[in-house]
């Protein structure tokens, strides 16, 4: 269920979208449609939208559970710092299994990891390797993708994941933890060398060992959280955040 809000004196207001839906071949009717100021104040467009959401989620199916392979992953992978070879060898390899068999993994054009040279040995791929998607291009084609990406900023880059289509995000810690996105968890990991670090009691895992341990280390924590028998830390603490970008030309007054 999607619904576009207005706020009601903007550019890109709700009769754009509605033209460029047209032109897209996608249906208006489809989604709801909701104006802070032709609704009568936030207030009223609030109660509007809780209406519309209400009726929408009745009339859907209830979901069932499957099980699935490495075909149905959607996974998105950031880093904060440096990766060490051993995780940046194990996120690779795991990178190049899920795409071969189908699924699909993205990672952020400006990411650490794309000139880590365990990584892109790995994989493979060129370093600074131009991006195969937009930001926050919705992705349709199961493969590695690199996503373009104007950010540096943690939140930005994050929602830009989310809006590709990514159900799961690792994201590698190497000086602090991180927050986590409103709706898509967040499997925050680090290496366990050097040890004792006193961001690592956020941590969702710690890795050790080889590469080979470590994927596997990994791959038990992707089952458990797309299985939703296990939620990342950040997500029950409700240490979220979230930011549309505002490109590299855009300024806050």
């Given at each position: 269920?999607?619904?576009?809000?207005?706020?009601?004196?903007?550019?890109?207001?709700?009769?754009?979208?509605?033209?460029?839906?047209?032109?897209?071949?996608?249906?208006?009717?489809?989604?709801?449609?909701?104006?802070?100021?032709?609704?009568?104040?936030?207030?009223?467009?609030?109660?509007?939208?809780?209406?519309?959401?209400?009726?929408?989620?009745?009339?859907?199916?209830?979901?069932?559970?499957?099980?699935?392979?490495?075909?149905?992953?959607?996974?998105?992978?950031?880093?904060?710092?440096?990766?060490?070879?051993?995780?940046?060898?194990?996120?690779?390899?795991?990178?190049?299994?899920?795409?071969?068999?189908?699924?699909?993994?993205?990672?952020?054009?400006?990411?650490?990891?794309?000139?880590?040279?365990?990584?892109?040995?790995?994989?493979?791929?060129?370093?600074?390797?131009?991006?195969?998607?937009?930001?926050?291009q919705r992705v349709t084609k199961p493969s590695f993708h690199l996503m373009a990406n104007p950010?540096?900023?943690?939140?930005?880059?994050?929602?830009?994941?989310?809006?590709?289509?990514?159900?799961?995000?690792?994201?590698?810690?190497?000086?602090?933890?991180?927050?986590?996105?409103?709706?898509?968890?967040?499997l925050q990991v680090a290496s366990q060398d050097?040890?004792?670090?006193?961001?690592?009691?956020?941590?969702?895992?710690?890795?050790?060992?080889?590469?080979?341990?470590?994927?596997?280390?990994?791959?038990?924590?992707?089952?458990?959280?797309?299985?939703?028998?296990?939620?990342?830390?950040?997500?029950?603490?409700?240490?979220?955040?979230?930011?549309?970008?505002?490109?590299?030309?855009?300024?806050?007054?």
């Amino acid at each position: 269920a999607c619904l576009v809000l207005e706020h009601g004196c903007e550019i890109s207001h709700n009769d754009f979208w509605r033209l460029r839906m047209g032109e897209a071949g996608l249906n208006p009717k489809e989604v709801g449609w909701a104006s802070v100021q032709l609704d009568g104040g936030i207030q009223r467009v609030l109660a509007n939208i809780e209406a519309w959401f209400t009726a929408e989620c009745q009339k859907l199916s209830k979901p069932e559970a499957t099980t699935a392979g490495f075909s149905a992953v959607r996974l998105g992978i950031m880093a904060e710092g440096d990766v060490d070879q051993n995780t940046a060898f194990a996120l690779a390899t795991l990178s190049q299994q899920i795409a071969s068999a189908g699924g699909t993994v993205i990672l952020p054009a400006n990411d650490p990891l794309v000139v880590n040279d365990a990584f892109v040995q790995t994989l493979p791929m060129e370093k600074n390797e131009p991006p195969t998607a937009a930001f926050a291009q919705r992705v349709t084609k199961p493969s590695f993708h690199l996503m373009a990406n104007p950010a540096s900023s943690w939140s930005e880059t994050m929602t830009g994941l989310g809006a590709a289509g990514v159900e799961l995000i690792i994201a590698v810690c190497s000086r602090h933890a991180q927050q986590s996105h409103p709706f898509i968890p967040v499997l925050q990991v680090a290496s366990q060398d050097p040890p004792s670090r006193p961001f690592h009691a956020d941590m969702d895992l710690l890795l050790a060992g080889d590469a080979p341990q470590r994927m596997e280390q990994l791959l038990v924590q992707l089952s458990a959280v797309l299985s939703r028998t296990k939620t990342p830390k950040a997500g029950r603490e409700n240490n979220i955040s979230f930011q549309i970008t505002r490109g590299q030309l855009g300024v806050s007054l």
